[in-house]
């Protein structure tokens, strides 16, 4: 060694990293931190300006093991992009102690404990002198300081950074699992959407300059014919569009009108209004429909197969029509990321996302059920058990020999082996056909439990079959055998009550306001109705077909305290709401459900990656909030839920 500094340099570095390798050093101080740790975030200096929606957190500190999903992913995403800067350490005040809480729970493993602590003593005596002073100083030996002072390093160089990459790890990966879990839960409340049925309905895709795309479709989902009006700029033509309008209607028998939520929706949903008040003989009713992803399918493969020579631009009116009638049926035929139901999708692990929406959507077919002689390749290849390619198969199948007429007939499907068939034919159904319960989810397996129990009522399937009186006279035990239970005869017998019941709820729409049709129209202390269109961790938002979706907080959500959103509210639920606050210039609406909400008692501060759910918005980057905790120093929030209930307790007692 060149000199003593050297050798005591080097030593200190032997030291440290023999200290930071020890599993039980790892270990205390991980869960010290991960319980007592505190994230804080602050912003670089040249990128305030730069980074202006992640504004709620340029000075911002909390627990880390508290951080709500959407907040985690947020402050994450804001460090990516170079705005924020992320600490982890402890709070304020236990960050002042000397010695640190850290380095000292470091020292005490490592055996160390003494010198750490003498050397703080001398530190403060040194700092202060006082009649104490050379009594603290004469207590420590030799080489305290220097020992101590290894300690220090390692905390710092070593053990601090490690901790820090583990734990803001740890927390993305909870956010993430979290983020997926609510995307999942979302998809699923939109595909099982309550369908408007088999009716025949058209179409319309908004656009101004670009024209309306109109597409007629019949109670089957067939295309009957499609048109482009242009009853708004540049060209004005109103009255032809209404013509128009009203000639396909009455040609085709249409009973609803689908408007697109996109650009000009509301322009056009006055137009189908002037159209509905013109030729009341037709009885038509307009609903406003998500067109999350509809532009996606336009231009996908399956489109261009369903269409070869439909132009691009009117293959979204017709999924816009379609997903009216059967929202499942044709949401299956979009990639489900695109539909615009999560939260921060592109900062989560992109294969557990696909993976889990891929189960929502499986779960959500299999649960309704699927008419084998209707049902398209894609929503059929989302049953369990049937892939892409016997899915095909069945369709070619089924175009070339007809309808199928049983279930059994489904064996002779190319590649539909008996494993397969036995996994999906319980998800399948075939209306009108031979067998009436094969219209039903009593699987093929079963049928001589249901034999046996028409051979005791003395009936036929098709009289027994929603016969609820002859039903419940019956005692599931009689029916048990060795193969099925008491538990699987008790669901046979309720199938049998109610056959292929359709688990969807029942068919609403919303009315959307008159006069109301951008953020500028909107006032505090509106009463409106609107439509459930994403739920978050920390709230919902809600379309009031002002082209920008509105925040209801968690704390606005109920009169009671809500927990989790989704016990209130699902995706594509009809609502009404009270307008509390609107931010024209940052593009935000606060709103509320409570039933005496006041204008001025708003909700938390919206996310900042662009205020509110902007409409059409399908990337999941724009949808969500912040419930920012509040600071030392700053004001108190305004009173939620909670601190309403608390106080009233308070007075109460």
């Not at 008996?418 to 397996?445: M, W, Y």
């Not at 205020?611 to 004001?635: F, H, L, T, V």
């Amino acid at each position: 060694m060149a000199d003593a500094k050297a050798a005591l340099d080097g030593a200190r570095d032997i030291l440290a990293e023999r200290f930071a390798e020890r599993a039980d050093v790892l270990e205390a101080l991980r869960e010290r931190m991960w319980n007592e740790g505190w994230i804080a975030s602050k912003v670089h200096e040249d990128k305030a300006a730069e980074g202006e929606k992640f504004r709620d957190w340029f000075d911002h500190a909390e627990p880390i093991a508290k951080v709500p999903s959407h907040r985690a992913l947020a402050l994450l995403r804001g460090r990516q992009q170079g705005v924020l800067s992320l600490k982890l350490g402890l709070e304020p005040a236990l960050e002042q102690q000397q010695p640190h809480p850290c380095l000292a729970l470091l020292a005490a493993k490592v055996g160390l404990g003494r010198s750490v602590q003498a050397a703080a003593r001398a530190a403060a005596a040194a700092a202060t002198p006082s009649a104490n002073g050379p009594a603290a100083r004469e207590l420590m030996r030799p080489a305290d300081v220097w020992l101590a002072e290894a300690c220090r390093w390692c905390w710092r160089v070593k053990l601090l950074p490690h901790l820090e990459t583990e734990l803001f790890g740890r927390m993305r990966e909870a956010a993430e699992a979290e983020a997926i879990r609510v995307f999942g839960a979302n998809l699923k409340d939109i595909l099982l959407a309550p369908p408007a049925g088999p009716r025949a309905v058209i179409g319309l895709d908004p656009g101004i300059r670009t024209g309306v795309k109109v597409a007629v479709v019949d109670a089957t989902g067939k295309l009957l014919g499609t048109a482009t009006l242009y009853p708004h700029e540049p060209r004005r033509d109103w009255d032809g569009a209404i013509a128009a309008l009203a000639a396909l209607s009455a040609k085709h028998s249409v009973e609803l009108v689908a408007i697109g939520n996109g650009t000009a929706s509301r322009e056009t949903d006055r137009l189908v209004g002037d159209l509905i008040t013109r030729h009341p003989d037709l009885r038509l009713r307009k609903l406003v429909v998500s067109e999350a992803g509809a532009s996606v399918y336009s231009a996908s493969e399956l489109a261009a197969k369903e269409f070869p020579q439909l132009d691009v631009s009117l293959r979204g009116a017709v999924s816009i029509a379609r997903r009216l009638q059967d929202p499942l049926a044709e949401l299956v035929k979009i990639d489900p990321k695109s539909i615009g139901v999560g939260q921060y999708q592109h900062d989560v692990n992109q294969h557990a996302l696909s993976r889990q929406l891929d189960a929502a959507v499986e779960d959500c077919v299999n649960s309704v059920g699927v008419d084998v002689n209707t049902a398209s390749a894609a929503l059929l290849a989302r049953v369990s058990g049937l892939g892409a390619t016997v899915a095909q198969r069945m369709v070619d199948y089924r175009d070339a020999n007809g309808a199928f007429r049983s279930r059994d007939a489904m064996r002779k499907v190319p590649y539909l082996g008996e494993k397969t068939f036995e996994q999906a034919a319980g998800f399948l159904r075939i209306r009108d056909g031979d067998n009436p319960l094969d219209a039903s989810a009593v699987h093929p397996e079963a049928y001589p439990v249901v034999e046996r129990i028409l051979a005791r009522v003395g009936r036929n399937a098709r009289e027994l079959i929603g016969n609820r009186d002859a039903l419940r006279g019956l005692e599931p035990r009689q029916f048990v055998d060795e193969r099925f239970g008491e538990p699987t005869v008790r669901d046979i017998l309720g199938e049998l009550e109610k056959p292929g019941r359709d688990p969807r709820g029942e068919f609403v729409t919303a009315s959307f306001r008159e006069g109301v049709e951008t953020i500028a129209d909107l006032r505090p202390g509106m009463k409106l109705q609107g439509v459930v269109t994403n739920v978050a961790n920390f709230g919902a938002f809600v379309d009031l077909g002002v082209h920008q979706d509105g925040l209801v907080h968690v704390s606005q959500l109920a009169d009671r305290f809500v927990k989790d959103p989704r016990d209130v509210v699902k995706a594509g639920q009809v609502v009404s709401v009270t307008v509390l606050e609107v931010d024209a210039a940052r593009k935000r609406i606060a709103l509320s459900m409570k039933s005496g909400a006041q204008p001025g008692r708003t909700a938390r501060a919206a996310a900042p990656e662009a205020g509110n759910r902007p409409r059409g918005a399908g990337d999941g980057k724009r949808g969500a909030a912040s419930d920012r905790r509040g600071r030392p120093g700053e004001r108190a929030a305004e009173p939620t839920a909670l601190g309403d209930a608390l106080s009233r307790a308070l007075k109460r007692s």
